[in-house]
């Protein structure tokens, strides 16, 4: 068995331990007698086996902060890129708001829980709501990850550790949300003080993750055309706390002859079975159209994104990933669902209906499997639109 196998093993059984309901301190002290440093790489690669030996990635979250803590303090520091120095730069956004968000918990809102328990001063209390509204905000920040971080880490076969995170940022946003519930009159003290804990301990935690583990890994494999995707994107979401960053223009490598641009292409046409039309035109009409498309190919990968609407917000750095990994492991079973009953030919199309809570606007959401004239699978059609305004519709518009 080489090295880096029994090393593997080692920390395998360590998590296999914890997993089985071990304590912290005897996990702690069998690292101690293996290991003097760890690299994260080893530690998500060992967490990678155990989903990949059947542990469900929604229960390896809720072992994730005792994982983080047995290896604290022994995991290699690793020189950063320079670029992460920079202001506007993605990471160095996050490490702004990381900032931000740590004094804030801190700072502001346990240091007023404390005195609030001590004194019932209702002032007190409300800036105690107002802080749990700010940190409300880290959906931001978190949604910004899952949406253009996670599809770096999935490119380059780094799977376990966005499973786990997804997991923790949504149990975070829960806490939040069942927090602020709580600082309602009238206050039950001691589950306020249970929820505020707790959730204050979930987002440092979290910090640690990010600029430990997260970024670092990120670092070995993220080119300089997915950190520039990634600031592209930032704006489709926001930011947590802080004010837009500067902005930050990489030096993109130029694109190689093999590109076709088309620009160049108005005079390519297809035809189609009633008329034709050039690239150009095609290309308009698909970004005209008041839908968010996105084309699923027949492997499952991520191959498109257009349409006239803005829904949900989407990464370039998707395209080419399997679309299982764009979703938490809370709704991936129902897209498998979809997918597999897809490529089955039991159904064609599936549609939804709803008002998602952060967009605010009644969402329908149609999935058509895409097929040709021999029945043969091509992929997948999904069309999102906001209805809000068409149901709103009433009598009859005849005139301009």
Same mark, same amino acid.
């Given at each position: 068995?080489? *090295?880096?196998?029994?090393? %593997?093993?080692?920390?395998? +059984?360590? !998590?296999?331990? $914890? &997993? ?92 007023? *829980?404390?005195?609030?328990? %001590?004194?019932?001063?209702? +002032?007190? !209390?409300?800036? $105690? &709501? ?271």
């Amino acid at each position: 068995m080489t *090295l880096e196998k029994e090393r %593997q093993e080692a920390i395998l +059984k360590i !998590l296999h331990y $914890i &997993q089985n309901g071990g304590d912290f301190q005897t996990a702690r002290k069998m690292f101690k007698d293996s290991f003097d440093k760890v690299d994260v790489s080893e530690i998500t690669e060992a967490e990678r086996t155990l989903i990949a030996q059947g542990l469900d990635p929604r229960d390896i979250q809720y072992l994730c902060n005792v994982h983080a803590d047995v290896f604290k303090g022994n995991i290699e520091e690793k020189v950063e890129s320079k670029a992460f120095k920079t202001p506007g730069h993605p990471v160095h956004t996050i490490k702004l708001e990381n900032m931000v968000i740590s004094s804030l918990i801190d700072d502001y809102l346990l240091p007023n *829980l404390q005195e609030w328990e %001590q004194t019932n001063n209702e +002032k007190t !209390l409300i800036k $105690i &709501q107002k802080a749990l509204n700010d940190l409300e905000t880290i959906d931001r920040h978190y949604t910004r990850k899952e949406v253009s971080i996670f599809p770096i880490m999935n490119k380059y076969g780094i799977t376990a550790p966005p499973q786990v995170m997804w997991g923790v940022d949504d149990k975070i946003r829960s806490l939040i949300h069942a927090s602020q519930k709580a600082a309602e009159i009238p206050v039950d003290k001691d589950k306020l003080h249970k929820l505020i804990t707790e959730v204050s301990h979930e987002v440092l935690e979290m910090i640690f993750k990010e600029e430990k583990i997260m970024i670092p890994m990120i670092d070995e494999v993220a080119s300089v055309e997915d950190w520039a995707n990634v600031k592209s994107e930032e704006s489709q979401i926001g930011y947590t706390l802080i004010a837009k960053p500067v902005n930050w223009k990489p030096e993109l490598p130029q694109p190689t002859s093999s590109i076709i641009n088309i620009d160049r292409l108005n005079s390519f046409f297809i035809n189609f079975k009633e008329g034709s039309l050039n690239l150009e035109q095609l290309s308009a009409i698909l970004d005209l159209l008041p839908f968010a498309l996105t084309f699923v190919d027949e492997n499952d990968k991520v191959v498109y994104f257009g349409g006239g609407a803005e829904i949900y917000p989407h990464s370039k750095n998707s395209i080419g990933n399997s679309v299982f990994e764009c979703h938490s492991a809370k709704s991936r079973p129902i897209i498998k669902k979809i997918f597999h009953d897809f490529h089955a030919g039991t159904k064609d199309k599936i549609e939804y209906w709803f008002k998602p809570k952060k967009l605010g606007k009644m969402l329908y959401l149609r999935y058509y499997a895409v097929r040709d004239e021999a029945n043969k699978y091509l992929g997948c059609l999904e069309v999102a639109e906001d209805i809000t305004n068409i149901q709103k519709l009433t009598g009859e518009k005849k005139t301009m």
